[in-house]
């Protein structure tokens, strides 16, 4: 069998394992999400939180059969649900598997070229979560695949009862930008939303991220950084790059890798703003007019745009007669800061022109 048919082989392979999940998956979240819902459907929830997260909601159909969005209801938090398929459940399972099914199924959208390894991680992650919400009929289904799988390939080897521990294993995390002081209450103070944080997931190996001329490592390359900036955009290009490091076990970049990982921003499907950050396709930045909670992320690593946001609301509020530098210590405050560094002196000054040019 030469290359372009193992290639199509592998593809069609993901494919169908995919199919699987998803017609198990819309029954599956529909059930666990029935007593909250109210009567609607859970896609409609998911909506109504892309509404409020300041989305294009028009760009695409949201329907429940849809696999981006069926993942997305698993691996993001759903408001003041948080994340319901992984209550009392301490491993994060649920999450822990469908954040790695995203990734495969964004390089299935993008037709990316499927290796051997990447059609067995496909198959093994979907065995798993369709094991863990009780689908055993499909998960047996997706054994069968893989043995036939390996069968083309010219292997003996027996499928396993479940996933490989290297290819699911979640990252422990390593949090950067911690504040000086605990923020106030953000509820009293106005935010729109909580900081949504990217569920992160171990992806690869070092050594894989280190050959980043193979064409595979950048397309998984590129499928992170979409994820990561769905999630969590307007998103910092530093805080991107470390996420994508963690996906690959790196706990620190070296420059080199991290100008590595930048030049793929590129071939992502993401849009850039005028001060470097990242947007997803389904946000207009001059439309969007949220500001969120500040979560793990550092004073530096939030947008201008959004911090504009934010000064917008102090400008509306008792502080509208303020002078401008009393309303940047307001600022600060807001997001638990108290010294003003010659670093964040700079990026208040792009807030300002990002607010003054409204």
């Not at 550092?298 to 934010?310: V, W, Y």
């Given at each position: ?6 290639a199509?082989?592998?593809?069609m ?8 999940v ?29 509404n ?11 329907k ?27 491993n994060?399972?649920?999450s822990?598997?469908?954040?790695v ?9 993008h ?17 798993a979560?369709?094991?863990?919400i ?18 083309s ?19 422990k ?8 002081t ?32 193979s ?13 990561i900036?769905?999630?969590e ?10 996420l994508?490091g963690?996906?690959?076990g790196?706990s ?13 921003y ?10 470097g950050?990242?947007w997803?396709?389904?946000?207009t930045?001059?439309n ?10 550092d004073?530096?690593e ?5 911090l ?13 007669r303020?002078?401008?530098?009393k ?6 405050k ?25």
């Amino acid at each position: 069998m030469n290359l372009e048919m193992r290639a199509s082989m592998y593809s069609m392979t993901v494919s169908r394992v995919l199919d699987l999940v998803s017609k198990e998956l819309d029954p599956y979240i529909q059930e666990r999400l029935t007593p909250y819902l109210g009567g609607l459907h859970w896609i409609n929830i998911l909506q109504q939180l892309d509404n409020a997260r300041g989305k294009n909601t028009t760009l695409w159909v949201y329907k429940s059969s849809d696999l981006s969005m069926q993942l997305r209801v698993l691996t993001e938090r759903l408001g003041n649900l948080g994340y319901p398929f992984d209550s009392q459940d301490r491993n994060r399972t649920c999450s822990s598997y469908g954040s790695v099914l995203r990734l495969i199924r964004n390089r299935w959208a993008h037709n990316d070229e499927f290796q051997a390894f990447d059609a067995l991680q496909a198959i093994e992650i979907s065995y798993a979560l369709l094991i863990h919400i009780g689908a055993n009929e499909t998960a047996s289904a997706v054994s069968d695949i893989r043995t036939d799988l390996l069968d083309s390939m010219g292997k003996n080897e027996n499928p396993s009862a479940g996933p490989d521990e290297s290819d699911t294993r979640r990252a422990k995390g390593e949090r950067s930008g911690t504040s000086e002081t605990k923020p106030e209450n953000p509820s009293s103070l106005g935010y729109v939303n909580d900081c949504e944080e990217w569920q992160q997931v171990i992806i690869g190996e070092q050594s894989e991220l280190d050959s980043m001329r193979s064409v595979r490592t950048r397309e998984m390359v590129r499928s992170l950084i979409e994820d990561i900036v769905d999630v969590e955009g307007p998103v910092s290009p530093a805080r991107v790059a470390r996420l994508v490091g963690q996906a690959f076990g790196f706990s620190r970049l070296s420059k080199t890798r991290i100008a590595q990982i930048t030049r793929q921003y590129q071939n992502a499907e993401v849009t850039q703003d005028q001060n470097g950050f990242l947007w997803p396709r389904s946000m207009t930045p001059e439309n969007w007019r949220i500001f969120r909670t500040l979560g793990h992320r550092d004073f530096l690593e939030i947008s201008p745009h959004e911090l504009a946001n934010a000064l917008d609301f102090l400008c509306d509020s008792e502080n509208k007669r303020d002078s401008p530098d009393k309303l940047r210590k307001e600022l600060l405050k807001l997001y638990g800061r108290k010294r003003e560094t010659s670093e964040i002196r700079k990026h208040l000054d792009s807030v300002i022109a990002s607010h003054q040019s409204r």
